[in-house]
């Protein structure tokens, strides 16, 4: 079945919009968070976990699983669903991050992108129609069109040419889907450039996609320019669509997204952060290295109801992590997890009551590093 994205409620304060994103597999509330699964699992955590924690999507990554395990064993698994036991929905990054991300081990042309492997320097050709066919083995719900991701700062020229085979790639991957169980969403370009951005909106909004994304942010660009940027491109985008801001999950820069109508996130960042031993709460960011924890027998955070809160202390879990114990590493992601999941809930509740700029007011008088 085709996606059927229907808005539920809209905040009056600002462009903020609570939703439902439904697909033959199910069903996602949005705004909503995609915990990485790029090699085909949250690192640490069982699909079964995450699923209880209450994520209904996950993200997972074509460039890698093309490379490791292949996707051609993974269409013979029965696809990705199956392969990693995952119940829910699934969307595949089209490997266009990678093209920033890795920019040392690639060659662009008007083609594609040719990769050399970093796991064995093999050579790699992906062009848009690969990455679809690719992403149809992987059987994911959601999929991503290969595109150009510019770093930050980029020349205008740059970003410009990047806008341009972003739009082509667009239109050749639409023409190489054959699955129509599939949505494939567009990929807005343009760096921090308004104009740029509207180019990249317009000629992929007349492409008629069931979702679109932002892409190009979060890659070292201030957070003042990056609040601009989405004031510039989301505006320009369908109202009945899913909208998708790529690479962000803090807390902060989601609030600041969702306020000007995002529907949906991933990010590596909180499941990264916690194998540093780092967790989320709402007082902002705690290292439990830090010496002033080692005999701090309190839960991660006080009033979580997380499963790392209700069984474990900052000491116990800041001694696993000094020993280098992957439990101490596990029990981190499990609550930075259920800690932004619980903040999607909170945003989706103050939207539906339309009390998002009191939430907003209260959050930013309290200053802290997330």
């Not at 036991?85 to 266009?96: F, K, Q, R």
Request: with cysteine; net charge positive; proline share 6%.
């Amino acid at each position: 079945m085709p996606p059927a994205f229907r808005v539920t409620a809209h905040d009056p304060a600002s462009r903020a919009r609570a939703g439902v994103l439904t697909m033959a597999r199910g069903r996602v509330e949005t705004p909503a968070f995609m915990p990485v699964g790029t090699q085909a699992t949250v690192k640490t955590m069982t699909a079964g976990e995450v699923w209880d924690l209450g994520a209904r999507v996950l993200l997972a990554n074509t460039y890698h699983l093309h490379l490791r395990p292949g996707d051609d064993l993974i269409r013979e698994a029965g696809g990705l669903h199956r392969f990693m036991n995952w119940p829910g929905l699934l969307l595949t990054d089209s490997g266009g991050f990678q093209v920033f991300s890795l920019a040392g081990l690639r060659k662009l042309s008007e083609d594609g992108v040719t990769f050399r492997s970093h796991l064995d320097g093999s050579s790699h050709h992906l062009t848009p129609e690969r990455v679809v066919a690719i992403q149809e083995n992987l059987g994911a719900d959601i999929i991503m069109p290969l595109d150009v991701c510019p770093p930050y700062p980029a020349s205008y020229e740059d970003v410009a040419e990047a806008v341009r085979l972003t739009q082509a790639w667009a239109e050749r991957s639409l023409a190489a889907r054959t699955r129509a169980d599939q949505a494939l969403f567009g990929i807005v370009q343009g760096g921090v450039h308004a104009g740029l951005r509207r180019r990249s909106a317009e000629g992929l909004v007349a492409l008629d996609l069931p979702g679109y994304a932002v892409g190009g942010l979060s890659v070292g660009e201030p957070a003042g320019l990056l609040a601009a940027t989405l004031d510039t491109a989301v505006p320009l985008l369908p109202e009945d669509r899913p909208r998708y801001l790529m690479g962000v999950g803090s807390p902060d820069l989601i609030l600041e997204a969702v306020w000007r109508g995002v529907d949906l996130f991933d990010c590596v960042m909180p499941t990264r952060l916690a194998r540093t031993g780092t967790i989320w709460t709402r007082e902002g960011r705690l290292n439990l290295r830090n010496a002033r924890f080692a005999r701090d027998f309190g839960p991660l955070e006080e009033g979580c109801g997380c499963p790392a809160c209700r069984t474990a202390s900052r000491a116990y879990v800041r001694h696993l992590v000094k020993a280098g114990e992957i439990l101490g590493l596990r029990l981190c992601t499990w609550h930075n997890l259920h800690f932004l999941l619980r903040f999607m809930e909170e945003l989706r509740a103050a939207i539906t009551a339309g009390r998002l700029a009191g939430f907003r007011r209260e959050f930013l008088e309290r200053p802290r590093r997330f």
